[in-house]
């Protein structure tokens, strides 16, 4: 892969406030506060939305879902790479077709996704979910980083499938 220079904010390490994880997370939620509460990130021109409640811990519920992992919401826990590259979530979504990052959509539990996708070279790769409602809302779901090689290949096979599909589309517009 061609390495990119994407111009990521720094992540934020727990190690900068000494171990104190109430200290950190309260730094990562300020981050996710100046990018998606104070300011809205665009997203093919539109301004995305976040879902706000039920408040966790007194924090938007989606701050809740781009720093946790699990499939169960009550047991949902920490995730410290999800937590350290909250601020990069931001500058992918306002970039990706500036940076050819890989986009499609998914179905995911009955619902309408737009998967973002960036590949990096020295780091975990970091996928941000954007969550396409019928009103014409887009929300920011999710983000996290794909820690292994078997990640990485489900959701390369994902958007392979998707690519596909759409260049079937296109050499056939007559079919439905």
């Known amino acids: 892969m061609e ?3 994407y111009h990521l904010p720094e992540i934020i390490t727990l190690e900068e406030f000494g171990g104190d994880w109430h200290s950190f997370i309260e730094a990562v939620y300020e981050a996710f506060k100046k990018d998606f509460l104070i300011s809205r990130p665009i997203f093919r ?3 995305i939305k976040l879902k706000r409640h039920p408040l966790f811990q007194d924090k938007a519920y989606t701050f809740y879902h781009m720093t946790h992992k699990g499939d169960i919401e009550s047991d949902r826990e920490p995730e410290l790479r999800r937590c350290e590259r ?5 500058p992918v979504i306002e970039n990706c077709e500036q940076w050819k990052l890989k ?3 998914q179905i995911r539990k009955g619902k309408n996704r737009i998967c973002i996708w ?3 070279d020295d780091e975990p790769d970091y996928i941000v979910i954007l969550d396409v409602r019928k009103n014409s809302y887009i929300y920011v779901w999710t983000a996290f ?3 292994r090689n078997h990640e990485k290949r489900k959701k390369l ?3 392979e499938e998707y690519m596909k599909n759409a260049k079937a589309a296109r050499s056939n ?3 439905s």
């Open 118 to 120: 960036l590949e990096l």
């Open 103 to 105: 986009i499609w959509p």
């Open 157 to 159: 096979k994902e958007y």
């Open 86 to 90: 909250i601020s990069w979530a931001k």
């Open 45 to 47: 021109g539109t301004y």
């Open 173 to 175: 517009p007559t079919a």
């Open 145 to 147: 980083t794909l820690n």
């Open 3 to 5: 390495s990119k220079d």
